[in-house]
């Protein structure tokens, strides 16, 4: 399977790099990698035909270590950046709101060391309420491309039917489908809207060894039992379960995967190469997962989770 796609279009692999920046997700054993270790690892995805690469303001030392290390392997005109805008406050003039979001692009510019930015989003779905604002700077070719990252179903649909988002971000997982299905994903399909998915082993908590679940996820057990039993029917790990899982389904643009390791990184493009999951094992994941509480579906909700200037909505 090659994972790269025409030079417009994101890879079907997105790498994520908040990891890069932050220590980040529910199983995070390594924490944040040295620069020689991020670097390495963009170097391998590169290598590997990953030309679409995630980051944000709110991912700590993110856009800058992306950008150094771009620089420094001469990549920076062959990748596709996707950024985020920095959380706003309710209740902004259309004045201020322009100017808020302005410094967070050139901000994150200035970090990625990047003239213009391939795809830029709201971090938070509310602040899609300032999508003018945004809009107003791919006009004027500071951005390409413009979106949202989606916490809800709901508002997920009604952004992609405004017209106004070129690209939504929204979570997809073998836990999780409440957006994989042809309400969400695939009216973005239809309407040409592209579709970015993260949390494909849900911030670590599809792989974590069970003893080490936290008391609060613990409701998620008995399903991660039963995807562990159909991996090993199927002799394959969970983690390749997972992401074949997920490159099977069709809405699907391209598949954000974080990794805080190059060992990490060079499993995940074997993993790709297998590509999507034979049709009946896709429909025994479908079948053995029940509907799970959003307690345990959103990270927002964990105990343990990513800092609340980028998750709190």
């Not at 890069?20 to 670097?39: D, H, K």
Request: net charge neutral; glycine share 8%.
């Amino acid at each position: 399977m090659n994972v790269s796609t025409p030079s417009d279009l994101p890879s079907k692999i997105t790498l994520g790099t908040a990891q890069f920046g932050l220590p980040y997700g529910v199983a995070n054993r390594l924490g944040q990698p040295p620069y020689e270790t991020a670097r390495d690892i963009l170097r391998c995805a590169i290598e590997g035909g990953v030309t679409c690469l995630d980051t944000a303001v709110g991912y700590g030392d993110s856009e800058s270590v992306l950008g150094r290390a771009l620089e420094e392997l001469g990549a920076k005109d062959s990748v596709t950046v996707v950024t985020k805008i920095a959380p706003l406050a309710d209740g902004l003039s259309s004045q201020r709101a322009d100017e808020l979001v302005e410094e967070s692009v050139r901000t994150s510019l200035s970090r990625l060391r990047l003239e213009r930015v391939s795809f830029c989003l709201f971090h938070r779905e509310r602040d899609f309420q300032y999508s003018e604002s945004l809009l107003k700077l791919r006009a004027r070719g500071l951005v390409e491309r413009v979106g949202c990252s989606m916490l809800t179903p709901t508002a997920t649909r009604t952004i992609i039917e405004s017209g106004c988002a070129d690209a939504v971000q929204i979570p997809v997982n073998v836990l999780d489908r409440r957006f994989s299905g042809p309400d969400v994903a695939g009216v973005a399909r239809v309407r040409g809207t592209m579709v970015f998915a993260r949390s494909v082993y849900l911030q670590g908590l599809v792989l974590m060894p069970e003893a080490t679940i936290p008391e609060n996820l613990r409701e998620v057990i008995p399903a991660r039992r039963e995807l562990d039993r159909l991996a090993c029917d199927a002799g394959i790990s969970v983690p390749e379960l997972a992401l074949r899982y997920a490159i099977g389904l069709r809405d699907l643009t391209s598949i954000l995967v974080g990794v805080e390791s190059l060992d990490q990184m060079r499993k995940n493009l074997d993993i790709f190469a297998k590509g999507p999951l034979p049709a009946d094992l896709m429909q025994a994941v479908v079948a053995s997962v029940p509907s799970l509480p959003d307690a345990i579906l959103d990270p927002r909700f964990w105990a343990q989770r990513m800092p609340d200037a980028i998750l709190k909505n």
